[in-house]
């Protein structure tokens, strides 16, 4: 199922990741979100003191090395 959220869709997600201290699973799979979204949403979830996140997944959204 795709979403296709996009990088738009990654900023719109900012103040929920950011605010956040329940989600323990992140499926974003398929979303299209590419190295932009992919840097938006790590740099949400790494500056959290308390991250219960337990699973992130990007695949297929066209990340590349960059965005990794």
Request: hydrophobic letters at 30%; a positive charge; glycine letters at 8%.
């Amino acid at each position: 199922k795709r979403n296709d959220i996009g990088t738009h869709g990654c900023r719109e997600l900012q103040g929920v990741l950011t605010n956040s201290k329940t989600i323990r699973v992140l499926d974003l799979s398929g979303n299209n979100i590419a190295d932009e979204g992919a840097r938006i949403v790590v740099d949400c979830l790494s500056n959290k003191q308390k991250q219960n996140l337990q699973v992130l997944m990007l695949s297929d959204n066209r990340i590349t090395s960059k965005g990794a």
